[in-house]
């Protein structure tokens, strides 16, 4: 990467006025190339090759997180399914496509992806969902209020995608934004957190991972990390060092954009908190759980199967891509992309207590565990990688159902649980400040089920 003193004049003129905006340091500026490149071209490309977007939304959707993204040069090479992202002439990265993978990052190695194979994944689609893709009709009037939602959302800059409501089992409504569809496999951003947290879940039944086992990884061992559970790193309360802060340089944005393999960053930081104290936000403990993962099942291509047999094709997940860094490991804390009738497989899943389609796929006694209030001194209401209605002296959203629980991704991607209405509701956008108005749309997409 250039070094900051070797920027030219006009890319100097555009980092120092985003400095001077919110008073960064030398340092944002030498990392900011290899960062907004890295994310450029990674969700250029998921967008673009998983989702079916087009450049000019592309570098819209990029725009909303940083005037920095508005100034990429993106390229899309359709014969190789790449996309490079280039910066004011400093720095220039890529990401290439792979059937059955999705997008990861030209970084580095990457000659584990090149090897896999891709399991087998045949249709049913004349099964009745959630194991095929065949709906109902649906209720009128949930029907109605889910059209006219996304056009006011849509009138309001909101981006609405996808709206769908699940009742009892059965998809009952659902409405699409202009050139999206029921297969559109959209970002779940970090609702990925969640589908990872029961991947861990399922090695727990199957007994490859221990809970109650310390150190989580061996290296923690001579240290005081050999405290950290497996139950505070699903909690978000490590104590690790890996804040989510979204600035060039960062842990997470390193992880995310620049490295070939971010979940090892993870593996290196100290603590900065008692274990299992302070809740603390953080997909770098996400993509920790992943390594674990993918560490005892034995590397890149043992873990695509047992993504793919243990949890696509069972829950009947077609319409989904799990997206791995350079390496193979899963990106476990944003890069799954699904429909919105995958996405709300997993909220079914959860529903039913663990199982779906005649498969266990994690216990109920896991389910409920997730589910549950933790114990640390500032955020009760999260569960394993699920937002809880419930655990906090009052309730997050405070109109819905005291039971209620969620996915929740930036951009305000959400799939709801409401388990006394026995109830999934997903919503799918892109909207730039995450102030999605969920208690009071979820509300009226409730009070609409008869």
């Known amino acids: 990467m250039s070094k900051w003193w070797k920027i030219p004049l006009g890319a100097v003129g555009v980092l120092a006025v985003a400095s001077y905006a919110s008073g960064i340091t030398p340092a ?7 960062m907004v490149t ?3 071209a990674m969700v250029a490309c998921s967008a673009k090759y998983v989702s079916g977007i087009g450049a000019e939304q592309n570098l819209s959707d990029l725009g909303s997180y940083s005037p920095l993204l508005a100034e990429l040069d993106i390229t899309y090479d ?17 990401a290439s496509y792979r059937d059955g993978l999705g997008c990861a990052l030209d970084i580095g190695d990457t000659s584990a992806l090149d090897r896999l194979t891709i399991p087998n994944f045949e249709n049913e689609p004349n099964a009745l969902w959630p194991m095929g893709n065949k709906a109902l009709a649906p209720d009128a009037k949930v029907q109605a209020v889910l059209e006219s939602l996304i056009v006011k959302d849509n009138v309001a800059g909101l981006q609405t995608r996808a709206y769908l409501v699940v009742k009892d089992g059965q ?19 970090s609702m990925t957190k969640s589908m990872n947290a029961i991947m861990v879940g399922n090695m727990e039944m199957r007994g490859l991972i221990d809970p109650a086992h310390k150190p989580v990884f061996e290296n923690w061992g001579g240290d005081e990390r050999k405290e950290i559970s497996l139950d505070d790193m699903l909690h978000m309360a490590s104590g690790l060092d890996l804040a989510e802060t979204y600035q060039p340089g960062e842990t997470v944005t390193r992880l995310l954009f620049t490295e070939n393999s971010g979940s090892a960053l993870g593996l290196d930081v100290p603590l900065v908190a008692v274990p299992g104290t302070r809740y603390q936000y953080s997909s770098g403990t996400s993509n920790l759980l992943s390594r674990l993962v993918f560490e005892k099942n034995g590397g890149a291509q043992a873990n695509l199967d047992y993504l793919y047999g243990t949890f696509l094709k069972p829950m009947g997940m077609r319409d989904t891509l799990f997206e791995t860094d350079p390496q193979g490991v899963l990106m476990g804390g944003s890069f799954m992309l699904s429909s919105a009738r995958d996405w709300a497989r997993v909220g079914q899943l959860m529903l039913n207590g663990g199982e779906l389609n005649g498969y266990r796929i994690v216990t109920e006694a896991w389910v409920k565990r997730a589910l549950t209030p933790n114990h640390t001194e500032n955020n009760k209401g999260y569960g394993y990688q699920f937002w809880l209605n419930y655990g906090n002296e009052e309730a997050r959203w405070p109109d819905l159902p005291a039971d209620t629980y969620a996915m929740l991704g ?5 799939v709801m649980m409401f388990p006394s209405e026995n109830t999934i509701i997903v919503r799918l956008g892109w909207n730039a400040d995450n102030a999605y108005p969920k208690n009071e749309q979820m509300r009226q997409i409730l009070d609409a089920i008869s």
């Open 38 to 40: 890295g994310m450029g």
């Open 78 to 94: 359709d014969s190789e399914k790449r996309v490079s992202a280039e910066f004011l002439g400093l720095d220039v990265t890529s």
């Open 410 to 414: 930036s951009r305000d991607q959400m």
């Open 28 to 34: 944002y500026v030498s990392n900011a190339p290899a």
């Open 171 to 189: 998809v009952i409504a659902e409405t699409y934004a202009e050139g999206f569809d029921a297969k559109s496999r959209l970002f779940g951003w």
